[in-house]
């Protein structure tokens, strides 16, 4: 049995889609001799202009699935437009795993978007963003199978025109196993840490407004995205360059290294269909401090294994970094438990259950 894997990241990138692919290919590799995994990454074509990359894209995959039983694709309409159409030509079974609502992030991110994820699934904008939200549901609708990364993403793809039967929840967790890379320079004080794609939803620029108040503190922001500039000006502007490093994108290994050297890691994000470093984190042991939206309350159970603070709240953030250094037994029973919860989203399981699902489509 041969299967393509779609994905439009992939390591060394970061991002679900990168953890997501990558952990299927390393479970095949060692469970599954018979199945052949090959990997289309979109990083391949994304130098090209836009429009062009999606049709470049869709040939490489078109060659790719030449005796193909099945295609996986970790994307709606980037790699899963040109993997739906070419399901359809080639006549191969295609399965995809919904990542997020593209159309909502690329409306936040280029067309002025100001609603919720919740909110914006109720209302109409303009044609760029309706054009993309067309696109998704139709991909998505195509699917012999769709895979939510939650249950309350689930509920949003039932929204989308998706036959309920055609949905299925799978935590697709991680491998806890991975080595760690210490960073090689790592600041005096006690360090928050916060990883995500530099992007409004994440919430960064609210770390940044609170860092003066809390003077003993130093802030590690991972990753790369559009606001990496406006995020650097804003540290410039508040005089804390001396007291925030910008890492770029990390490793995974790097990742975990800066877990496990921080005090507390800090996600003051609007949106999670699932978040891969908030478990991580969790694994890690190291306080979590982030927010009860999306999935992360299937993650994360307020004051029990972590604390939930509501987005941009200043003053819950504030008084719950400060709780990591005045109320540290209580924290070390929630790192505790943190750490048993992980063991619902290991790697293992979730690839077990989707590899299942795999062969009942290609059989």
């Not at 790719?64 to 159409?85: E, K, N």
């Not at 806890?176 to 994440?202: C, M, N, Q, Y």
């Not at 694994?283 to 979590?288: L, N, R, Y």
Request: glycine share 8%; aromatic share 10%.
């Amino acid at each position: 049995m041969r299967v393509v894997i779609a994905t439009p990241l992939y390591p060394p990138d970061i991002g679900g889609p990168a953890t997501d692919a990558s952990s299927l290919v390393s479970y095949l590799e060692k469970n599954e001799k018979e199945i052949k995994a090959t990997v289309c990454q979109f990083g391949r074509v994304r130098h090209l202009p836009k429009l062009i990359r999606h049709i470049a894209y869709g040939f490489i995959l078109a060659h790719a699935s030449r005796g193909a039983d099945c295609v996986v694709v970790f994307d709606t309409v980037s790699v899963g437009l040109p993997a739906m159409i070419v399901s359809k030509i080639m006549r191969v079974p295609f399965i995809v795993r919904v990542p997020g609502d593209y159309a909502w992030e690329q409306g936040v991110q280029r067309f002025g978007v100001k609603d919720s994820i919740d909110e914006f699934q109720n209302k109409k904008y303009g044609f760029r963003v309706e054009l993309l939200r067309a696109v998704q549901n139709f991909v998505v609708r195509n699917a012999l199978r769709v895979l939510a990364p939650s249950e309350y993403f689930k509920k949003i793809i039932f929204g989308w025109g998706v036959k309920k039967g055609n949905v299925k929840r799978i935590y697709l967790g991680l491998d806890f196993t991975t080595h760690t890379e210490t960073p090689a320079s790592v600041p005096d004080g006690k360090i928050i840490f916060s990883a995500g794609r530099l992007v409004p939803w994440k919430g960064f620029s609210m770390l940044l407004h609170i860092l003066p108040e809390l003077p003993e503190w130093k802030l590690v922001i991972a990753g790369d995205g559009p606001l990496k500039n406006e995020l650097y000006e804003q540290a410039q502007k508040l005089d804390i360059l001396d007291r925030v490093i910008f890492t770029g994108s990390l490793s995974r290994a790097q990742i975990v290294g800066w877990l496990k050297t921080a005090d507390v890691f800090v996600l003051n994000t609007s949106f999670e269909s699932f978040s891969f470093q908030i478990v991580e984190a969790m694994a890690s042991g190291i306080p979590v401090i982030t927010t009860p939206v999306g999935s992360i309350p299937e993650l994360i159970e307020n004051g029990v294994n972590g604390i939930l603070c509501h987005p941009n709240n200043e003053k819950a953030f504030k008084e719950a970094i400060l709780s990591v250094a005045t109320e540290q037994e209580l924290w070390v029973k929630r790192i505790v438990l943190a750490k048993e919860k992980t063991g619902q989203f290991t790697s293992g399981k979730a690839m077990e259950e989707l590899v299942k699902d795999i062969k009942n489509i290609c059989a």
